[in-house]
């Protein structure tokens, strides 16, 4: 690319200088080399407004829920299942009013918030070195790696019976089940991400004076970020889902009222309703923080590389 020869040619970069150390030229210069290259790549778009957006965005998939509550509906009608094996909307709708005046929907809804979004945070940040480590040290990843993938398929509720053992019945148990859910979600999709950076960026950040630690987290990290997202994305997914199995699972103690503990507790009191209620209100809450933290860097990664598909030259 001409962009890297000018780099590599520039009396910057071989200055002697350039290696000298944080505060020289060649960090500088590695800076805009994590920030420039993406700037290479990016088109001008069609900015849509902002309302353009939301309804891009929003409206399909209200509609198509609207047309699947409108379909059960007919069916509850027509067909006349018995309400306490086939309730209706109306019915599931009474049980979120009741859950709501209780109360219970809310303490259930920022207890699971509050506990999957802190377990997510605490895997991010031990997920994150994990990834660089097994990305960077090749002996490591050929240890390592094949236990993360196993640990990554191994479904998260099996990890329930022992946490309790280990830990009783305290938040530590739910927390323990969601990192291991979470982590190796995260630590491989940085692995994959990486190992899609092309090799040049390394060798234009070597030249550049860039130590190893520095090339990891100013060059490799940075061209990564679409895989990484990607882990984020399915380390929440893993880390909410292995929340409600441990919820479900581990009830009593000092572990508080979550969704999935609502969930069974409906079970047990044989409330189909309910339980279908809770159930739309675990998968509201899925979808919502996917659509108001995950979707928006997206776009914006996107956007910044030259790949949204509203982007044309």
Do not use: C
């Amino acid at each position: 690319m001409p962009h890297d020869t000018r780099l590599l040619n520039s009396p910057t970069a071989n200055s002697p200088a350039a290696g000298a150390g944080h505060d020289g030229p060649g960090h500088d210069e590695l800076r805009r080399l994590e920030s420039g290259l993406d700037a290479l790549q990016t088109v001008p778009l069609t900015e849509k407004g902002p309302w353009r957006r939301a309804l891009g965005g929003v409206l399909p998939p209200v509609l198509l829920l609207a047309a699947l509550v409108v379909a059960w509906q007919f069916y509850t009608v027509i067909a006349q299942p018995r309400p306490d094996l086939a309730p209706g909307p109306v019915d599931v709708a009474a049980s979120l009013i009741e859950l709501w005046n209780d109360g219970r929907l809310q303490q259930a809804v920022l207890t699971s918030l509050g506990r999957g979004g802190a377990g997510f945070l605490i895997a991010v940040a031990i997920g994150t070195p994990l990834g660089l480590l097994l990305a960077e040290w090749r002996l490591l990843r050929r240890a390592l790696g094949p236990l993360l993938s196993g640990l990554q398929v191994l479904p998260s509720v099996a990890w329930v019976p022992a946490a309790i053992i280990w830990f009783g019945f305290t938040d530590a148990t739910v927390f323990f089940v969601v990192l291991m859910g979470a982590v190796p979600s995260i630590a491989n999709g940085l692995v994959s991400g990486i190992d899609q950076v092309p090799p040049q960026l390394r060798k234009v950040g070597t030249v550049l004076g860039a130590s190893r630690s520095q090339l990891a987290t100013l060059v490799v990290l940075p061209a990564a970020l679409p895989g990484y997202l990607s882990g984020l994305k399915q380390g929440w997914a893993f880390a909410w889902r292995s929340l409600m199995a441990a919820e479900i699972i581990a009830m009593g103690g000092s572990i508080g009222f979550g969704l999935g503990s609502m969930l069974q507790q409906s079970r047990d009191l044989a409330d189909l309703s309910a339980v279908l209620a809770t159930i739309l209100v675990i998968l509201a809450v899925g979808i919502l923080v996917e659509l108001s933290a995950f979707a928006p860097l997206e776009r914006r990664l996107l956007r910044r590389r030259g790949l949204s598909p509203g982007a044309h030259r």
